[in-house]
């Protein structure tokens, strides 16, 4: 009898349709079925006890933002203790204090290391109170090009993980295994999460705490961003309850879990809170974006008044998008861009999108592409024949189907999905071409996009074979 690999056990598994569960007598079986009762919710999320003796890492590390010049590296720990990071670079090696950890911030903990070369990779080592946490061998990063720098580089996006740790796991695990392989099977530079990156669906901060906790407890997460620049938004579900706003009670206190828990760059502006932030890597930069934390509600008239990032963040990115001298700008967003998206999307705030994106022509601003997730299917658009949008999703939660829409080229609703863009500046223009992946199932789809596509000078025909 032939034997089958772990890898291929987990991916025939997480490839098979439900319908593959289905018996042969259930399905000749001519009987009418009674109507399937509304499923219960899962019940929450909870973490392991922690063990008695020494501190230990709960969960970590995970590294954040990766510059050209230094790294943000994440920890939580089971106690207030001291820790260091041991950094290595060939033969050399430092050490670096960590951040404190304390009860306040649910004994986690941001160390930034700067003075570090371009394009180098280090290694390095967690000690908590004096006890080396990480077995060998190592795990290491490789710094971001210098800033301006043309390059080839492959950048991974999804959204929404799943109500559960098991949902997400197959996908982390594949994307772990992924990361440090060839570019036809995978490999990638940086990882985007682009919301509902846990169901907490609520502002109390324990809560949130332990949801955010609960889902890095998986060993392919934890493998996957110990060597993996991550960086992240939120959507509705883990900035409170299903298609929450601006209006939403304790959403500050959502803000202080969400920098608690992802080691971005920065956090929105000194007089303006929210998660939205801008980050270069060689000349491609990096818009993302804020959806909830100044949202009118959906429901309200679409007028002048009506946002979805408010007047501040607004002018934030057009000031950005104008000092940008990247070649492809990336904007992404937690709720999708197109015209015909759902009650909890742009297509509700066309009052505020229709003029930016007529400001974006004015300026003759040139290479974006925006980014989105949430819909729990993943798809290709051109807006108004003009622009390019591609969402991702979902990486752990079930899938939703697609229904018509004129801008839509190309779309996938089966299994678990993420997308990958691969940008090369090198060229001239420079080259962009987007994958569709399913976990379990390799890639679904690659396609280039011209650069006269993606400034709407060219029809994107749809795609051939798929769901459109």
Known sequence: MSSISRRNLFRTAAALPATALISHADAADPKPKAATPKKAPPPPLTLPAIQPGPAYLQAGPMLGHVGADRVHLWVRSTAAVGWKIVLFEQETSREIEGAALHADTGLTGITVIEGLKPGTSYSYQIVLDGREQLPLPLPSFTTAPEHDHSCRQRVVFGSCVGQTTAAAAPTWAELAERRGSTTDEGAFDVLLMLGDNHYANTTEIEKLRVYYTAHRLSAGWRDLTARTPVYAIWDD????????????????????????????????????????????????????????????????????????????????????????????????????????????????????????????????????????????????????????????????????????????????????????????????????????????????????????????????????????
């Not at 879990?257 to 956090?267: G, I, L, Q, Y």
């Not at 909890?344 to 994106?357: H, T, V």
């Not at 004015?362 to 729990?376: A, K, M, P, T, Y």
């Not at 018509?404 to 678990?416: A, L, M």
């Open 237 to 468: 579900h883990d900035y409170g309850p299903n298609n929450s706003d601006g209006t939403e009670a304790g959403k500050a206190d959502s803000l202080k879990t969400f920098r608690e828990f992802w080691a971005n760059p920065s956090a929105g502006e000194a007089d303006n809170p929210g998660c939205y932030f801008t980050f270069t890597r060689g000349d491609v930069q990096f818009f993302m974006m804020d959806g909830r934390y100044h949202r009118s509600p959906n429901k309200t008239e679409d007028t002048l008044e009506k946002t979805m990032l408010g007047k501040k963040q607004l002018e934030w990115l057009k000031r950005e998008l104008l000092a940008s001298k990247a070649k492809v700008k990336l904007v992404a967003n937690g709720s999708e861009w197109e015209s015909y998206g759902s009650d909890d999307s742009w297509s509700l705030f066309k009052k505020e999108r229709d003029p930016f994106l007529a400001w974006i022509d004015e300026h003759s601003i040139e290479g974006v592409i925006f980014l989105s997730g949430d819909r729990h299917f993943s798809s290709g658009y051109h807006i108004n024949g003009r622009f390019l949008e591609l969402s991702a999703g979902p990486v752990g939660s079930n899938n939703s189907k697609l229904r018509p829409n004129p801008e839509r080229f190309t779309g996938h609703d089966q299994g678990r999905l993420w997308g990958v863009l691969d940008i090369d500046t090198t060229a001239s223009p420079p080259r962009v071409a987007y994958e569709f992946w399913q976990t379990g199932h390799s890639m679904l789809e690659r396609r280039e996009i011209s650069w006269g596509q993606l400034h709407g000078r060219e029809k994107i025909e749809r795609t051939e074979g798929y769901v459109i």
